[in-house]
């Protein structure tokens, strides 16, 4: 079935499909006759499957002849023999059809209906799914049918397991026994059927399996794709985990009304806090859903429980999230205040499978409040901030302290839970990752080095969660510099996985992370305070991602990058300024993390392809933009134009804007601009009246 | 034999061509030259089809290995009578040439045996086996005679050592994945060989070997290839099927070119899936390869040629003066004449006692006998009531030079049969085992080392006593035995496994002749390959150089060639489902 060329239709096929088509329409226009007037006689019905046998792909006489199964169970004459025969009729009826198609979707679905009704033996099944899956193996309508069966039927998975097998035994580039295997497996997981499978016990079987498959045929995509099934099965945990929080475990917080005021804090736990509230952010290692203030408990002195309102940060609007954030009201006092949060001491937090959060962790930090000393003629006077390199200067720390970015010392909230249990995962991986290195010292092999590459970083982020530091970040940014040489049909996906590296590297240890942190001119005199700015401006990245370790940022400098989106940049809630100029995002929509982002002030856009294209690729980050009810805001008709500038912009607090170097930048836009958001001071380096 | 009945006389007495000895080269011309339109008379001397390609019950193939042992001093001819000497022909004799020597047949089990000796039917010239894909195959179902035939698969090949083990030899993508003793190295660079095959097979550009490739040995383009020794010997000796030590050019000059090489694993890759319901590469005829020879007398019968079976011939008439062939005189006394004449490779011609040749004779006589090929070919047949094997009937199991022992320089290759093809009683099998080499002690060995790993060898109860057979003492027998166990006893096999006990056996060195067309065309005697292909290539070359103007089977003889191929081929080539 696979893998034969079509081949042209010769004259006389044409003059008998004519023919076939003349008889079709004649039996069709009967058939609609009887459908429209409910005639369910038997002769009515042996029409219908007349016309099914020669076109099974007729839905509509499929659903006929269902409506006519219902018209006769319905008969007050009707007894458990007759129904059967009348169901064994259908089930012929099928088969015959399938015979002339056995990709007919209606054909399956009518049998499954049949089955379902539960008056058939459904042994025969099996049998007939033997015959259609020797015919065609890879047949995703037998095999979608044979799972229908085998549950129906209460078929032990581990069968149905022995089943494929025997399929691949047969051709292993048969991909749908392959799928179903990776199904069953997943089931009886779940399941923990018996107690013995584990996934550790199992996996190790199937990695064994899948390598001969494999090396056998480096070429065949089957066995890669169950590989990539059994990775994705190694490395991700069951549970829910929290691995980053801001404020972060055991850290001084400074909470500074105003930007001016810096004294000697550290600049990385500083934060102004002008609207009365600070954020605290959980980052979890998968999205979950249920986190409230039940589920997390917080203790402190000028704040009660029970008012904290957790929010997901994601931008389709689910209940479901990997980073949450709560906005804690500033205590009123001057006295430092500590706060203790537990998460996951009741167990409502669960992963979209289904697994509850269940290592319960509590981490805790102290608040200290400036007072405030407003000094308006400050505020109202925005100050431009240039991105530019004379701006910046490495940051050197003061003191002779160390250790000063809080995101790493507190991952240890990630402590020991899985770190025995995830033994196996690593050694799993070790051996992978052997193999892999073989393979591809026999042969070149553009998967293979993908494959590697992912293995690698796996091992990498499994066995070195706290360590700081990724021993093989080099060697995998090599591969990936490799693939982009090597196919280049598939360079943007490589050139993606490399940029996340490259950030994992970055991020990965506080030494690699300090060497991109700098200082905005001389601070002390400078309008926006003292805090650090993360510059990550020219490494070419494509993608961005590893923010569990950036929590804490509030300047980042993306420019001179290749981004068309910023997906997942909402959980730097305390991003305060952010350029992203010089790089290639295509609409307003790719901003839409930025939505989230309650703190930002500063924004440069500047030199991107804002309005080049006409298709909008990255629409699908925007929560339903086209039901979004505009409100009357939007009386004027120039709005109207820019609605999506009005969806992105309005919510958002900014001061300063730059837009310049985008088509969509005109001067009508930039009018438009200005009528949005009424805080603007600066618009592309102009101050606004 | 049995009594011979009178002969009755043949009519006509003229034909165009007179095939003597029913083996399968001289059938397939027959059946070539009827379809030809020639008129064929083709005699055979034994009372059954097929001579030396023949499949015979098990009590009758110690004395037809017999007859063909010895060389009785020919019966000279009757002495030319005034009357034939006024029609101006001489006769030349014509003698049984031995065939078969060192003949052993033991049997461990005499009372079993001989319960069923009717129920074997044992190829004289075993192991043999086709092809799925092969030229073989191709001539039958071009010609048509699978009408006549019914095959089933052979269902694996094995690589044997001298520790009793088999190994699966991983011929084919799935055999490779499937594969529990390859290592995963093994496995990529195994199946990376394949496509590379399969790649310059397709004319693939990129993938083309060098022609300066081609002509290197195959085993130096495997070595190039990286390929480690047990793949190595896996495509040389179970795939590309080579009969001698590759790695040994010392030992011999019969290197397999890589063109070669890449045509037999060609003709392997083609052969694996050719038919639906045969699982390999390989094909076995059931009731025995004696049908082979049968399908294609019937076939020829179908187009007119005359068959006389029981017939020996005496004698050769030829022209007095031009020394030129003209026809035979049989053992009836009748002379038939024929412008052409095929003789079996076992004859041999011989001058009449006491009269000498014609000068123009004299001059042909060096050119009367059959050439020599060299070496032999040594046979053995085993009857066992376990399979080596468990859960695995038919198969073919190869032992590639030096994996028995040091000296061993051709490949060694049995084939088990087993009752589902028609040929032992239920619960029986039978072992076919074969080799070249240089001389029956050789041939001995080799044989023996086989049998000595795979089975448990008991003493000789009996050994058959016929007077053509030269018996064997016991000692003598178990002096070879013994030495051979030596060199195979490194390592003892699985004490866990009980090997199957030997119930018959026969062992008998066969000699090698090749077809000639000369003063006499004669036809070749069973080689030591495989399959019948390049018997079936000699009997082409020996029709063509006979009938240079006919064409051998041509099209128009097979109407339903194309149905046979595609459809009915199926189910005829494999018939079982």
């Known amino acids: 079935m696979h893998g034969r060329p079509r081949k042209a239709s010769k004259p006389e096929d044409e003059a008998a499909s004519i023919t076939k088509a003349q008889k079709l329409r004649a039996l069709q226009t009967q058939f609609f006759s009887f459908h429209h007037s409910k005639i369910y006689t038997k002769e009515a019905v042996e029409l219908s499957a007349k016309l099914l046998e020669i076109n099974p792909e007729s839905y509509t006489a499929w659903n006929y002849r269902k409506l006519a199964v219902e018209h006769y169970l319905s008969q007050p004459d009707c007894n458990p023999e007759s129904v059967k025969s009348l169901l064994d009729d259908e089930l012929r009826v099928v088969e015959s059809a399938l015979r002339q198609n056995f990709k007919s979707y209606g054909a399956w679905h009518h049998r499954k209906w049949v089955l379902s009704k539960g008056h058939s033996s459904v042994d025969l099944e099996l049998r007939l799914l033997d015959k259609f899956q020797k015919a065609d193996s890879r047949n995703f309508h037998a095999w979608n049918y044979r799972r229908f069966v085998a549950e129906l039927m209460n078929r032990s998975e581990k069968d149905e397991i022995k089943y494929t097998e025997d399929m691949i035994y047969t051709n292993f580039s048969n991909y749908s026994a392959w799928h179903n295997r990776s199904v069953l497996l997943s089931s009886l997981l779940e399941k923990k059927a018996e107690g013995f499978l584990l996934k550790e016990n199992l996996l190790p079987e199937e990695y064994e399996f899948i390598h001969q498959a494999i090396f056998t045929d480096p070429d065949d995509q089957s066995g890669w794709f169950y590989h990539l099934w059994l990775l994705d099965q190694t490395v991700t945990t069951d549970h829910p985990l929290l691995v980053s929080t801001w404020p972060a475990h055991g850290s001084d917080v400074f909470l500074v009304g105003d930007r001016c005021q810096n004294g000697s804090f550290s600049p990385f736990t500083t934060v102004l806090s002008d609207s009365g509230s600070f954020p605290i952010v959980l980052y979890f290692n998968q999205p979950v859903k249920g986190v409230s203030s039940s589920t997390v408990i917080i203790e402190c002195g000028f704040n009660k429980n029970e008012e904290l309102l957790w929010e997901p940060l994601s931008v389709s609007n689910s209940q479901t999230a990997q980073v949450w954030v709560a906005h804690l009201k500033c ?181 690699s992370l300090l060497q991109h942190c700098f200082q905005y001119k001389d601070s002390v005199s400078s309008a926006i305070g003292n805090p650090i700015c993360l510059r990550l401006n020219n490494l070419s990245l494509s993608r961005i991602r590893a923010f569990e370790r950036l929590l804490w940022v509030q300047m980042l400098d993306l420019s001179h990058n290749e981004l068309e989106s910023i997906e997942g940049l909402e959980a730097m809630q305390l991003l305060y300024g952010l350029s992203l100029g010089n790089n290639k995002l295509r609409s307003l929509t790719a901003l839409e993390p930025l939505r989230k982002l309650k703190s930002l002030r500063v924004l440069d856009i500047s030199y991107n392809q804002i309005g080049d294209h006409s298709i909008d690729t990255t629409r699908y980050l925007c929560s339903s933009p086209l039901s979004h009810s505009v409100g009357s805001e939007l009386n004027d008709v120039a709005l109207i134009n820019y609605w999506e500038a009005f969806y992105m912009f309005k919510d958002l607090n900014l001061t300063q804007l730059d837009i310049v170097g985008n088509t969509i930048a005109d001067e009508k836009f930039k009018s438009v601009l200005v009528k949005i958001m009424p805080l603007l001071k600066r618009l592309n380096g102009e101050l606004l009246d | 034999m049995d009594d011979i009945p009178p002969y009755p006389p043949i009519d006509p007495t003229t034909f165009d061509l007179i095939v003597i000895g029913t083996g399968l080269p001289e059938s397939v011309i027959a059946a070539a030259a009827s379809t030809a339109s020639k008129s064929v008379l083709h005699l055979d001397p034994n009372p059954f089809y097929g001579s030396h390609f023949s499949s015979l019950p098990l009590a009758d193939l110690p004395s ?177 099927m080579a009969d001698y030590d590759q790695e040994d050019t010392g030992v011999s000059g019969d290197l397999l070119k890589t063109k070669d090489g890449i045509d037999r694993l060609a003709l392997y890759n083609a052969s694996i899936g050719r038919f639906q319901n045969a699982s390999g590469a390989l094909l076995y005829p059931i009731y025995g390869q004696g049908e082979l020879s049968q399908a294609f007398c019937r076939r020829a019968a179908v187009k007119g040629c005359v068959y006389v079976l029981r017939m020996p011939v005496t004698a050769l008439l030829v022209d007095k003066d031009t020394g030129c062939y003209k026809g035979v005189r049989l053992a009836s006394g009748q002379d038939i004449f024929s412008q052409k004449l095929i003789l079996d490779p076992t004859f041999k011609v011989t001058l009449p006692s006491g009269s000498s040749p014609s000068p123009p004779l004299q001059a042909k006589l060096p050119f009367c006998s059959p050439k020599d090929d060299r070496g032999k070919v040594v046979r053995g047949i085993c009857i066992t009531k376990t399979s080596l094997k468990p859960d695995m009937s038919n198969f073919l199991v190869v032992y590639p030079p030096r994996s028995l022992f040091p000296e061993q320089v051709t490949s060694i290759r049995l084939l088990q049969i087993a009752s589902n093809l028609a040929v032992c009683p239920p619960g029986m099998f039978v072992l076919y085992i074969s080799s070249l080499c240089n001389d029956d002690d050789q041939g001995k060995k080799l044989i023996h080392a086989v049998t000595n790993t795979l089975l448990t060898v008991p003493p000789p109860i009996n050994s058959e006593s016929n007077a053509a057979v030269q018996i064997k003492t016991a000692e003598s027998g178990c002096a070879v035995q013994d030495e051979t166990a030596q060199s195979g006893s490194t390592g003892p096999s699985d004490p866990g496994e009980e090997k199957p006990t030997l119930l018959w056996s026969a062992l008998y060195s066969q000699e090698l002749t090749l077809g000639q067309v000369d003063f006499i065309c004669s036809t070749p005697m069973p080689d030591g390959k495989l399959n019948y292909d390049d018997l079936i290539e000699a009997a082409v070359k020996l029709f063509k150089e006979i009938y240079p103007e006919d064409e051998f089977f041509p099209q128009t003889s097979s109407e339903n060639h194309e149905d046979v191929d595609d459809g009915d081929g199926d189910g005829d080539a494999s018939p079982e489902t």
């Open chain 1, 331 to 511: 205590p009123t006092s001057e006295h430092d205040s500590s706060v203790e949060i537990s998460v996951g001491y009741s167990k409502e937090i669960v992963s979209p499978r289904g697994s509850q959060y269940s290592h319960p962790s509590t981490f805790s930090f102290k608040v200290h409040v400036q007072p405030v000393e407003r000094d308006s003629s400050r505020v109202s006077v925005a100050e431009n901030i240039l991105w530019r390199e004379e701006n910046f200067k490495v940051y050197r720390a003061q003191s002779e302290e160390s250790i000063p970015i809080p995101s790493f010392d507190q991952l240890c909230i990630k402590n020991g839970h899985e770190s025995t249990a995830s033994n196996w995962r690593t050694e799993a991986l070790a051996k992978e990752v052997e193999c892999f290195r073989e393979l591809l010292s026999l042969m070149d092999c553009k998967i293979g080095k993908l494959t590697l590459a992912r293995l690698l970083m796996a091992y990498d982020v499994m066995s070195f969660p706290f360590a700081n530091k990724l021993v093989h970040s080099e060697e995998v940014l090599e591969l990936y510099n490799d693939l982009m040489k090597l196919d280049p049909t598939h360079h943007r996906y490589y050139k993606d996985e490399h940029s996340l590296v490259l950030l994992r590297k970055m991020t990965s240890s506080e030494e």
């Open chain 2, 64 to 240: 037809f290995l017999s007859s063909h042992s010895t060389s009785p001093s020919p019966p000279p001819p009757r002495s030319a009578s005034s009357e034939e000497e006024h029609r101006d022909f001489s006769l030349l004799g014509l003698a049984a040439r031995p065939i078969y020597s060192s003949i052993d047949i033991s049997s461990f089990s005499p009372d079993l045996i001989d319960q069923f000796s009717r129920k074997f039917i044992l190829d004289v010239a075993g192991p043999r086996v086709f092809f799925c894909a092969d030229k073989s195959i191709e001539l039958i179902l071009n010609t048509g005679a699978n009408q006549y035939m019914e095959f089933k698969s052979i269902d694996a090949t094995f690589v044997g050592d001298s520790k009793g083990n088999l190994l699966n030899v991983p011929d084919s993508r799935a055999a490779i994945f499937k594969d529990k003793s390859l290592g995963l190295m093994e496995k990529n660079l195994l199946m990376r060989f394949f496509k590379l095959v399969q790649g310059h097979l397709a004319d693939e550009q990129d993938v083309k070997i060098s022609d300066e490739d081609l002509q290197s040995p195959f085993v130096d383009f495997l070595n190039k290839m990286g390929l480690p020794p047990k793949i190595k010997s896996f495509i040389l000796y179970a795939i590309a």
